[in-house]
C-alpha cells in the first residue's frame, strides 16, 4: 500500500508497510498514482496516455526509478513479514506498566470542556487519594508488570496538587521498591498549575521525569474556557509559574498542554502563543465530546481544522526550536512494528486508579460502571474485559486495516470511540481525519528538513 | 535518482526482527490523553 500526498508545496510517498518514505517530484507524483503493483518492465501506454502532459522518455525514467524502489522492497511492500497471530497473542499476555494515578478527584478549576466533570468524574464526591490506596497501586503494578522494567505513573487528577502530600509519599514509597523488585518509576504530573509554589516546583523538577502543564493558549481563549470555582480565568495567575518551573527543568520532558474545541477553532494562533512565551515542547489538542456538546468538533469542521494544522505547520518549517507534539514523528528511531500494531495499551498495559482504589482501562473510563476492571481492595481485576482491550490492534479494528495512517497511529483512542459512536472497537471518524492530516503534515515538516 | 528522494527507507520492516520487549513507554502517557500517537515515541532498546 503506498499513500501520496502534497503537504506545505512537498509531493510525498509513503510505503506504508516498509515504513519508506519518498520524496517525489511532480511528474513521479503522477506517475505514482497510475501504478498497480506489480509494475511491468516499462511504462505501459495506457499510463502514457494517461499523463501526455508528460514527455515518454521522462515517464519511462521515473518507471525505472520507482521499479527500482520496488526491487528493493521500498514501495508496494506487503506486511507478510509481520507474525499477526504472534502479535495479538503478545498484547494478551501483556502486562500492566503504567499507571494513571487519580491522586485527586477534585479540582480547583471549573473547564467549560472537562471530560471528568470538573474533577469528581460524575460520581458527586469529590475526595483525594489516602496513601494506602496509592501503595496499593505501586504494589498492584509492580506485581502485574512481570519482567518489565519500565514502570510509568503519571499523578492525575482531578488536580493532583491538591493531594500532594500522597504525590511525595508514593515517590518515596515507589522508589524504595525498585531496587528490591528490579524496577524503574518514571513519574509524570499533569497539573493546572494553580498550586504551583517554589517548593513543589523543585520537587517536581527533582522527581517527575514528564510534566504536563495545562494551558489553552491566548489569554482570551485560554479565561474562556479554564475558570476557577469562582469564574475567574486562571491564565495570569499560572503562566508565571509554569514559565518558572520551566527555567527550573534542565533537559527533562515537559509539555505545555492545551486543548482546542469548536469555540475556538483557530488553534494555530494557541500554539504560537505559548511558544512565544518560551515554552519550547507545545500539545494542543482536539477536545473530544459528544455530538451535543457545544464546543465539540462536528465532521462539518473536519476541512476547516485540517487548514489550520497545515497553517500551523507552515509557521512551524522556519521554528526547529518548537516542539509540537503531534509534528514531531521519528521516521528513522522511532518504535517497532510489534508496539506500532498495538495501539495504547488501554486495560491491558495501562490502567486508571481512582482515590478509591478502583481500577479502569484508561483515564477517560472512570466513572463509566460498564468498564469497571476492578478494585485494589476487593482485589479483582475483569480479565474478560481486559483481554476485550488487548485484541484491539490495528487488524482487528476494521477501519484501520485499509488505512495509510496505521502504522502512526495504532488504531486511536477507544475512550474517543465510546463517546462518539458508542463502542470502543469502531474507529471515530473525524479523529481518523485529524491524525492523518498531522502525520501528512509532520512527515513534510520532515522532507522540508531533509532539503526538500 | 532523478526523479525521487528516499527519505526514509524501510525502517518500519527492519525493526520487526528486534521489536516486542515492551519496554517503551504507553502512548497515552506522555502528553496527550486524548490523541493517541505512536510514532513520536521512542525505542527503548537501542535498537
Known amino acids: 500500500m503506498v499513500h501520496t500526498f502534497e503537504a506545505l508545496g512537498v509531493r510525498i510517498a509513503v510505503d506504508v508497510n516498509s515504513g519508506a518514505v519518498h520524496i517525489l517530484d511532480e511528474l513521479t507524483f503522477h506517475l505514482l498514482r497510475q501504478v498497480t503493483p506489480p509494475m511491468g518492465e516499462h511504462c505501459s501506454k495506457a499510463v502514457l496516455r494517461a499523463l501526455p502532459q508528460y514527455a515518454p522518455a521522462a515517464l519511462e525514467e521515473s518507471w525505472q526509478e520507482l521499479r527500482s524502489l520496488e526491487k528493493q522492497g521500498l514501495l508496494f511492500e506487503t506486511d507478510d513479514y509481520i507474525d499477526k497471530e504472534q502479535a495479538a497473542s503478545m498484547q494478551q499476555s501483556a502486562r500492566i506498566k503504567a499507571l494513571c494515578l487519580h491522586v485527586s478527584h477534585d479540582c480547583n478549576l471549573r473547564c467549560r470542556y472537562c471530560f471528568a466533570s470538573t474533577g469528581d468524574f460524575g460520581t458527586g464526591r469529590r475526595m483525594t487519594m489516602d496513601f494506602e490506596t496509592a501503595k496499593r497501586a505501586i504494589d498492584f503494578v509492580i506485581e502485574r508488570s512481570g519482567g518489565r522494567r519500565n514502570i510509568e ?10 493531594a500532594m502530600d500522597t504525590v511525595k509519599r508514593t515517590v518515596e514509597y515507589a522508589r524504595s521498591r525498585e531496587q528490591p523488585c528490579g524496577k524503574n518509576f518514571r513519574f509524570t504530573i499533569t497539573t493546572n498549575g494553580l498550586l504551583l509554589t517554589d517548593e513543589n516546583i523543585d520537587y517536581i523538577n527533582r522527581e517527575m521525569s514528564n510534566a504536563v502543564l495545562s494551558l489553552d493558549g ?31 527543568r534542565g533537559d527533562k520532558d515537559y509539555y505545555l498542554r492545551g ?23 507545545v500539545s494542543v489538542e482536539p477536545v473530544v465530546g459528544k455530538q451535543d456538546d457545544p464546543y465539540a468538533l462536528r465532521p462539518e469542521d473536519a476541512q476547516a481544522i485540517m487548514a489550520e ?7 512551524l518549517r522556519d521554528r526547529p526550536d518548537v516542539n509540537f507534539f503531534h509534528f514531531n514523528v521519528d521516521l528513522a528511531q522511532g518504535p517497532c512494528v510489534i508496539k506500532r500494531l498495538r495501539g495504547c495499551g488501554a486495560g491491558c498495559e495501562y490502567v486508571a486508579v481512582t482515590p478509591e482504589g478502583e481500577i479502569y482501562p484508561c483515564h477517560q473510563f472512570v ?3 460498564d468498564y469497571r476492571l476492578g478494585s485494589l481492595y476487593e482485589q479483582t481485576f475483569d480479565r474478560a474485559l481486559s483481554s476485550r482491550f488487548a485484541a484491539l490492534n490495528i487488524d482487528s479494528r476494521e477501519d484501520c486495516k485499509n488505512c495509510w495512517a496505521r502504522f502512526y ?15 470502543i472497537e469502531k474507529p471515530y471518524a473525524l479523529g481518523c481525519a485529524l491524525e492523518q492530516k498531522r502525520l501528512e503534515c509532520a512527515i513534510a515538516l520532515k522532507a522540508i528538513e531533509a532539503g526538500a | 535518482m532523478k526523479h525521487i528522494k528516499t527519505l ?9 526482527a528486534s521489536g516486542g520487549c515492551g519496554e517503551c513507554q504507553t502512548s497515552c502517557q506522555s502528553a496527550c490523553k486524548t490523541s493517541c500517537t505512536v510514532a513520536n515515541q521512542k525505542c527503548e532498546n537501542g535498537k
Open chain 1, 153 to 162: 505513573v503519571d499523578f492525575f487528577g482531578g488536580e493532583p496538587l491538591m
Open chain 2, 8 to 16: 526514509n527507507g524501510a525502517t518500519l520492516k527492519n525493526s520487526a
Open chain 1, 218 to 248: 491566548r489569554p482570551e481563549v485560554n479565561d474562556d474556557l479554564r475558570r476557577t470555582v469562582t469564574g475567574k480565568g486562571c491564565y495570569d495567575a499560572i503562566v508565571p509559574k509554569f514559565q518558572k518551573l520551566v527555567a527550573g
Open chain 1, 367 to 369: 466513572g463509566n460502571p
Open chain 1, 259 to 281: 486543548t482546542f474545541t469548536r469555540l475556538h477553532p483557530d488553534f494555530a494562533a494557541d500554539v504560537m502563543h505559548i511558544a512565544s512565551l518560551g515554552f519550547r515542547h
Open chain 1, 409 to 423: 497511529c495504532s488504531g486511536g483512542c477507544s475512550a474517543s470511540n465510546l463517546t462518539v459512536n458508542g463502542t
Open chain 1, 309 to 315: 494544522y497545515e497553517s500551523l505547520a507552515q509557521q
